[in-house]
């Protein structure tokens, strides 16, 4: 679900709503249950108060959790785990779905797996399958790039032996090198590195070759690059916002001073750009030669000059002059430039 961040959340409404959804728990559908779950995650509506009736509600979940596919479990952790709301329930619903995780999809077992480290489940003995699952899907290289790059530090941790750390880091290297060129060194990789080098550095970091070390190497000086240039554009931003204080606490001090004759704040000048259609009268020349069977270029830029129209079959300049242009009961030129302006066009074409 969608939360605007900027609207204060009303937790005494959440908490009436979830009340009367735990008094209407067991008359409910499980997706309804779920659907309640995930819209309170949303918002984080998580205090001592509410806890009683998520516990009603998840017993609601644990009755009918035969109607649950594996995916709906997945749901159901990733609310829970967004609430930070842990319980003992989940152990036996872990129990209930062991062997299912080998049989859903990799984005699937990905979720489920993140959400259970983050619930700490990673421990629990029923957990133990969905981990085999997800490290024999990232040894076998069978998750594509987008399902690898969303597991999680605290999965990775949690979940993955020695050996399947190492083949961790040999895919992330192999995801740079061959798929993902402009891959960032993410939170959930810094994390990663600094605990294979302070508590795995004899049964991981050393087995690792110079490679992932060196990938590892220009991720963390591409990282700092990337974090000097967003701290520059950063102080640039507030210079400009400084400068702009600056000038409308100058022109207030003008306007008490000068009243309306005082000068207005400085407005950056946009360049406009010509339009096709000179004039009204331009138009409805172009739409008769049009219309006669003439194929015109209208609006075209030559060098410094802007033609009416251009009949390239005939090399032929056409220009629309308005009644403006012309003295008043006259014929020549207002302007004697724009005369010799297009006098040269023509002679050039």
């Not at 998520?54 to 596919?69: D, I, N, P, W």
């Not at 916002?241 to 000038?247: A, I, L, M």
């Not at 001090?253 to 010509?274: D, M, N, S």
Request: charged share 30%; glycine share 2%.
């Amino acid at each position: 679900m969608n939360q605007n961040s900027n609207l204060i959340v009303n937790e005494a409404l959440w908490e009436a709503y979830l009340k009367r959804a735990a008094q209407l728990s067991d008359k409910c559908h499980f997706r309804s249950l779920l659907r309640v779950f995930q819209a309170a995650a949303s918002v984080r509506i998580y205090n001592r108060r509410v806890v009683p009736y998520y516990r009603t509600l998840l017993s609601a979940c644990a009755v009918k959790f035969g109607e649950m596919k594996p995916e709906n479990f997945c749901h159901l952790m990733q609310a829970l785990s967004r609430l930070q709301y842990r319980d003992e329930r989940l152990v036996m619903m872990l129990q209930k779905t062991a062997l299912t995780w080998p049989t859903v999809t990799h984005k699937i077992l990905v979720k489920a797996a993140n959400s259970a480290a983050k619930l700490d489940l990673a421990s629990q003995l029923w957990c133990k399958p969905l981990a085999i699952a997800l490290s024999q899907a990232v040894c076998e290289n069978t998750l594509i790039v987008k399902e690898f790059m969303n597991i999680k530090w605290i999965t990775v941790v949690e979940m993955f032996d020695d050996a399947t750390m190492i083949n961790y880091l040999y895919r992330a290297e192999a995801v740079k090198r061959e798929q993902l060129s402009d891959m960032r060194y993410s939170r959930h990789l810094q994390v990663v590195e600094m605990y294979v080098r302070l508590c795995k550095e004899e049964s991981v970091w050393e087995q690792l070759d110079d490679n992932v070390k060196e990938f590892l190497r220009d991720l963390r000086s591409d990282e700092e690059s990337a974090e000097d240039e967003r701290e520059r554009l950063k102080g640039e931003k507030k210079k400009s916002k400084e400068r702009q204080r600056k000038e409308l606490h100058k022109y207030k001090k003008r306007l008490k001073k000068y009243g309306e004759k005082a000068r207005p704040l400085a407005v950056k000048k946009i360049k406009t750009q010509r339009k096709a259609l000179s004039c009204e009268l331009h138009g409805e020349v172009a739409e008769l030669l049009v219309g006669v069977g003439l194929e015109l270029m209208i609006g075209v830029k030559a060098g410094p000059f802007n033609l009416d129209m251009f009949h390239a079959a005939t090399n032929t300049v056409i220009e629309v002059c308005p009644e403006w242009q012309f003295y008043v009961s006259d014929i020549e030129w207002s302007t004697r430039c724009a005369g010799d302006g297009i006098d040269i066009v023509n002679k050039f074409c």
